[in-house]
T-cell receptor, first 111, second 112 residues
Framework: SQQGEEDPQALSIQEGENATMNCSYK?????LQWYRQNSGRGLVHLIL?????REKHSGRLRVTLDTSKKSSSLLITASRAADTASYFC???????????FGRGTSLIVHP | DAGVTQSPTHLIKTRGQQVTLRCSPI?????VSWYQQVLGQGPQFIFQ???????GRGNFPDRFSARQFPNYSSELNVNALLLGDSALYLCASSLGLRETQYFGPGTRLLVL
């Protein structure tokens, strides 16, 4: 079963626009991670946010975490065609050390 | 430094056969995990090894097995292949447990 669920399942935007993806989870976590996957290849780690953090930035990426709502969001600002990929959130439910992935959001950025 | 490497990149097998997938972790990483990703889904956890011991097992049948060698590389074995085993198999390494996992490019397995 999936611990984290990303929303929306698919997102299509124009280059330069911002893209926001959400992740909801069911049980308590120690941390939440976001990964990117290009065309069915390996996953690239983007950012890790711990349960005691509310917001984290990395370049054009901004991640927020609301543990009271059991949700996280990933914002990509000024998107580029190269950002086209699937984005997954991964949690460690119940404090286990095994990241559990959602089904992902498929992002298409049109040049 | 080289990232996580996996071999082979692609593999075609027929039902009932056995397959072995290989993974070399990032230098210095002592934990290796295996995931199965079916088309359109997120990766599903199969195994995690740390210091050559199994530290976690996902909800997969006993046809799936793995091991970690003294140099921390790992093999995933799948016996009696089924059509449903067709997937991208991902290996990830980390310094230790509860550390960020870094993924390899995957092995795409097709079972006919």
């Amino acid at each position: 079963s999936q611990q984290g669920e990303e929303d929306p399942q698919a997102l299509s935007i124009q280059e330069g626009e911002n893209a926001t993806m959400n992740c909801s989870y069911k049980t308590s976590i120690n941390n939440l991670q976001w990964y990117r996957q290009n065309s069915g290849r390996g996953l690239v780690h983007l950012i890790l946010i711990r349960s005691n953090e509310r917001e984290k930035h990395s370049g054009r990426l901004r991640v927020t975490l609301d543990t009271s709502k059991k949700s996280s969001s990933l914002l990509i600002t000024a998107s580029r065609a190269a950002d086209t990929a699937s984005y997954f959130c991964a949690t460690d439910p119940g404090g286990s050390y095994i990241p559990t992935f959602g089904r992902g959001t498929s992002l298409i950025v049109h040049p | 430094d080289a990232g996580v490497t996996q071999s082979p990149t692609h593999l075609i097998k027929t039902r009932g056969q056995q397959v072995t997938l290989r993974c070399s972790p990032i230098s210095g990483h002592k934990s290796v995990s295996w995931y199965q990703q079916v088309l359109g889904q997120g990766p599903q956890f199969i195994f995690q090894y740390y210091e050559k011991e199994e530290r976690g097992r996902g909800n997969f049948p006993d046809r799936f097995s793995a091991r970690q060698f003294p140099n921390y590389s790992s093999e995933l074995n799948v016996n009696a292949l089924l059509l449903g085993d067709s997937a991208l198999y991902l290996c990830a390494s980390s310094l230790g447990l509860r550390e960020t996992q870094y993924f390899g490019p995957g092995t795409r397995l097709l079972v006919l």
